[in-house]
């Protein structure tokens, strides 16, 4: 092999027309973070040399690069060229780690359900998502507890994620039940983009986004506008986002304000009945229910330091975020309302279920890295702090159907929840070929939590009917609200071996406890363990190597997950709800393999999911997920005015197998392929994205169980198949306007022509 | 089927595990009561009236299999209930009652006219859908229908001798506001709640359910229709009379319902 394989030529110009962030792992100018400049990141070998000691700051500064894995599920992901696989949110970026699965049936807007190692992390309960290290999930939610929503990511300037599947680094805090998803955000394309995205179903959107140059790929602004009719009935939208942070540097210390800004007002169709569809009397893409809809806001700044030398890194981080949200679903149509002998005779009002909440969420970590040098390796200790509290005032109300009108509260609470944590962290190199990484984390999890409406859906003697929050029990007057206060200590110590390499081969063996907060619904006063906690181990191999001129990175692993107390979706609540203690356990292959104009990714996983009491499937959990990822990006053998042409496309494939549904049933597999292809001269890129290309007809979710939406001529009440609907092929085309310095240099030739 | 085909088919049916119990769909049946379809249906009121039907239709449907006991009242000696309630009372947690919502297992969400003098079943258009969990009881519910029925949801007409006295009749039970009870629901009016139904639903299986009429006069004395007057030699009785009441009572008590499973046709 020469040296001219082994250095790969660095690529010139961004050339992502529907994902600027490809553009920006491609082309940018040389930060040291960029280089070498091929996309897909090595990861850091298990016995790899520490960093330098007077590491640059902006290889510091890069999450998910520059963290040693902890497991052979670990996976440092940059997006690059793989970003010209269409995808709708930053949340899809998701579906390049092994075995991610998700799916968005209920609304552009409503977090996407995540399945990832046999967890249906419905809204995201059990995955701890960050974004340049503030978290997402939010506590107390009503919705379910730790909802996840990504989409106010502007997604071309995610330029990288680190997945780490499992509970097995000190620093992963709550929710770090299948693991950790954490985003970068950085735009290492400089300069200004223009772009314009418009096709089917009415659907519009406008992108900006700039980064001066002469700052660092940390300093960046970007706004987005869309609107859609949506496919098939109530299916609209309309947001806004902007993301926006400044990055500083001086001598060793970096510095960084981050800005965003989120709203959005989208109409969900909600699930159909199978049997009314197969019977004509609804349309596959229709909707029984047109007031099911949500509206969202989110405001978040974080501030953070950085001071890295030669033996220490030290990190500190705060952030405030006001959120806003109000999620109106029916699950069940008119159900769900039986006659109660407190209330007045009346007949079904309407299961619709209006889910509301406002949230101010501050909260900090500060760490330090301590390093030194032992029999000429380096060994390292890291401390660490998290604290975070949540105020949330959530209610969950029935509103009569089509009115609107409330006539029922499920829960009103005024929740304080607080997650103190400390952490001791150590990276330590016994052999040459040994690295040992783990130590312990102890979460406090305290909470204080007033129920405005304690007394309800009870029987009190000469009480007045279809009273809510009563103001009695049995033994008499009572106030209508109640305070449960409760408080505890989850202890998870966590670990990591790794041998190797040998050719490239690392074996790495992880253990771990981790720990999910409790849902305020249902925390008892002075509950001794607000928590569930979750066991996981996990062994395998991971290669990386370059092989036949492409950077190979592949995995192989076996992993298993217990958690004390699961969640599980309830269709009558419409989010999930307690249930018993829950096994997972399988394996996962996952490869990727790339240089300069070529991008392939690959994975499959096995997952199954039991239920501890009885050894039952966990329904919704697909056994099988696989995943293709592939791109390319070439230089055209045509020149206009003097500059090159460049062309590049993408495909993504996703099969998932059938699911076990509740009643002894699978559900339909579900297999999608999304396409684009894109093609830049100079300043302007024009592309075409086609999704779900093979107009493929399935669903995202399936379910079993009762409902009645008044479809036949009398009440329904036994389970029966229902789902949401995957969009059916959506075509796009995208415009694309590129300004700066990069972007003048697009396509030119290197030499003046003779 | 080679091992390494077995293999891999087990593999991808999640080693032929399962969430629980099934759902299934099954046929459903309905009739009147089985005996000489050549022979008029003849029986003897609790009043000594022996009684010929000549029509007998029932709108039935929906019909709903639960989980709840069968309403069997109590049949302990009153001694005997005293004693036990005083050492073991019954619980009754909040915002329940000892007959709550319970939970259905099995639904047939049509209606059919049963012409309860016929021994002969006739399947159900749509069949019913349900889980493979047991149920104790049934629910009917009795709708209005046009057609043979009139409007009504039960009609009924025939023939009543007593001592020396022949007494034509006919009538119907129509569902409407007049049966509701002050601060009730109409729907109370249309069901017919704790049907024996011990089974268990099974996939392919069918539902059977007979209707008999022989007790729906029990407590009536045709006498009084007679001072009435007869239309085409028939008296018409009516909520107003015994005889109408005691047939809008006894018409829709559980004891005129017979709901059986088998699992095979």
């Known amino acids: 092999m020469g040296p001219s394989r082994r250095t790969p030529k660095p690529l010139v110009a961004p050339w992502s027309a529907a994902a600027l962030g490809a553009a920006a792992a491609l082309s940018a100018k040389p930060a040291k973070a960029q280089t070498p400049p091929d996309p897909t990141p090595v990861t850091e070998p298990a016995t790899a040399p520490a960093p330098a000691p007077e590491a640059p700051p902006e290889e510091a500064v890069v999450r998910g690069h520059g963290t040693p894995p902890r497991g052979a599920g670990d996976v440092p992901i940059t997006v690059g060229l793989l970003s010209q696989v269409p995808r709708g949110s930053a949340g899809d970026l998701l579906r390049l780690a092994p075995g991610m699965f998700l799916s968005n049936g209920l609304g552009e807007g409503h977090a996407d359900q995540v399945f990832l190692r046999g967890f249906d992390a419905r809204s995201g309960q059990d995955l701890e998502f960050t974004v340049n290290g503030v978290p997402v999930n939010e506590p107390a939610h009503p919705h379910g507890q730790g909802y996840a929503d990504t989409h106010f990511l502007i997604p071309e300037l995610v330029e990288s994620m680190r997945v780490l599947e499992g509970p097995f680094d000190p620093r992963q805090g709550d929710f770090a039940v299948a693991g950790s998803a954490q985003y970068t955000l950085r735009m290492p394309a400089r300069g200004a983009h223009v772009q314009y995205r418009g096709g089917s179903f009415n659907t ?6 700039w980064g001066p140059d002469g700052e660092s790929a940390g300093t960046f602004g970007g706004v987005e506008l869309g609107s859609s009719d949506g496919y098939g009935q109530n299916r609209s939208y309309e947001r806004a986002t902007a993301n926006a942070q400044y990055e500083g540097h001086s001598g060793g210390l970096t510095w960084r304000v981050l800005a965003m800004s989120y709203g959005i007002r989208y109409r969900s169709a909600g699930v159909i009945r199978e049997d009314d569809y197969l019977a004509g009397r609804v349309g596959f893409y229709d909707t029984y229910d047109p007031t099911q809809g949500s509206e969202v806001t989110r405001h978040l700044v974080s501030a953070e330091v950085e001071s890295t ?17 109000r999620l109106r679903e029916n699950f069940t149509g008119s159900l769900l309302d039986v006659q109660q002998p407190y209330q007045s005779p009346h007949a079904q009002r309407g299961d619709l279920i209006d889910q509301a909440a406002s949230t101010v969420d ?7 890295r301590l390093r030194t040098t032992w029999r000429e390796r380096p060994q390292s200790v890291e401390f660490g702090a998290y604290a975070r509290h949540n105020a949330v005032d959530s209610t969950q109300q029935r509103l009569r159907a089509t009115t609107d009108v409330p006539y029922l509260t499920d829960f009103s609470l005024d929740n304080s929840v607080s997650n103190l944590a400390l952490y001791l962290d150590a990276e330590l190199r016994p052999l040459p070929w040994v690295v040992l990484r783990g130590g312990l984390r102890a979460d406090l999890f305290q909470y204080d939590v007033l129920d405005r409406c304690a007394v309800r859906g009870v029987t009190v003697r000469g009480a007045p009917l279809d009273q809510e929050c009563l103001s009695a029990d049995r033994a008499g007057y009572r106030s209508p609200t109640e305070r449960r206060s409760s408080g505890g200590v989850a202890w998870q110590p966590r670990g990591a071996l790794f041998v190797g390499p040998w050719k490239g081969l690392t074996a790495a063996f992880s253990a771990g406890l981790g720990a999910r907060s409790a849902d305020p619904v249902y925390l008892g006063n002075d509950q001794q363990l607000p928590f569930s906690p979750i066991t996981a181990i996990e062994g395998g191999v991971v290669f990386e190597r370059r092989v036949a001129g492409l950077n190979v990175n592949a995995r192989a692993l ?19 709800t307690l249930a018993s203690g829950t096994l997972r356990q399988g394996a996962l292959v996952a490869a990727r393999a790339s240089n300069g104009w070529l991008d392939l990714s690959a994975h499959l996983t096995y997952a199954r999911a039991t239920f501890d009491d009885d050894g039952a499937l966990v329904p919704y959990v697909p056994p099988w997920v696989a995943r293709f990822d592939g791109a390319i990006n070439r230089p055209l053998p045509l020149r206009f005015r003097g500059r090159a042409v460049t062309a590049s ?18 559900g339909e597999a579900i297999f999608t392929v999304d396409a684009q292809v894109s093609a830049r001269w100079a300043y302007y890129e024009l592309g075409f994205i086609a999704q779900n290309l093979l107009d493929a007809q399935y ?35 995208v415009f694309t306007l590129h300004l700066g310095a990069a972007a003048a240099r697009h396509g030119a030739p290197t030499e003046p022509p003779r | 089927m080679n091992r390494r085909s077995l293999a891999l088919a087990l593999l991808f049916a999640g080693c032929a595990d399962t969430t629980g119990a099934q759902r299934v769909t099954f046929a459903v049946e309905a009739a009147g009561i089985e005996r000489d379809a050549a022979q ?14 000549t029509e007998a239709r029932v709108a039935l449907g929906p019909l709903y299999l639960n989980t709840l006991a069968p309403l069997e009242g109590d049949r302990r000696h009153p001694l005997r209930r005293r004693v036990e309630d005083f050492l073991l009372p019954s619980a009754y947690a909040d915002g329940e009652s000892h007959l709550g919502a319970g939970r259905v297992v099995g639904e047939v969400t049509t209606q059919v006219e049963v012409d309860a003098l016929s021994p002969a079943l006739t399947p159900v258009a749509g069949g019913g859908d349900g889980v493979a969990e047991p149920s104790l009881t049934a629910e009917a519910w009795l709708f209005n229908r046009d057609g043979a029925l009139g409007g009504a949801a039960v009609r009924v007409a025939g023939t009543a001798h007593r001592d020396d006295l022949d007494v034509a009749f006919e009538g119907a039970l129509v569902i409407d506001q007049s049966l509701v009870a002050a601060g009730g629901s109409i729907d109370e009016a249309r069901k017919v709640r704790g049907i024996p139904a011990r089974l268990t639903l099974a996939q392919g299986g069918v539902l059977r359910v007979r209707v008999d009429p022989r007790g729906w006069f029990d407590g009536a004395d045709f006498r009084e229709l007679t001072a009435g007057t007869a239309r085409d030699g028939r008296y018409r009785f009516s909520p107003q009379d015994n005889v109408g009441r005691a047939f809008l009572n006894r018409a829709r008590t559980r004891a005129v319902f017979g709901v059986t499973f088998s699992p095979t046709r």
Do not use: C
């Open chain 1, 558 to 576: 076996y992993y298993r997950t217990h958690v004390g107390q699961d969640l599980i979706f309830n269709e009558t609540e419409g989010r999930n």
């Open chain 1, 649 to 666: 496309a993408g495909v993504g494939v996703t099969w998932v197998a059938p699911r076990p549904l509740p009643y002894a049933e699978r």
């Open chain 1, 309 to 325: 030398r030669a033996a220490s890194v030290l990190r500190a981080q705060a952030w405030a975020s006001l959120r806003s949200f």
């Open chain 1, 699 to 733: 669903a995202w979710g399936q379910y079993n169980f009762a409902s009645d939406f008044g479809s036949r001529d009398f009440a329904t009440l036994v389970p029966a198949r229902h789902f949401t609907p995957g969009p059916p092929r959506q075509l796009f085309v």
């Open chain 1, 204 to 209: 519009h959107r406008v992108l900006a986004l």
């Open chain 1, 362 to 368: 501050v909260g900090m970590r500060a760490s330090a």
């Open chain 2, 40 to 53: 008029p249906l003849s029986f003897t009121t609790d009043q000594g009236w022996t009684v010929t039907l």
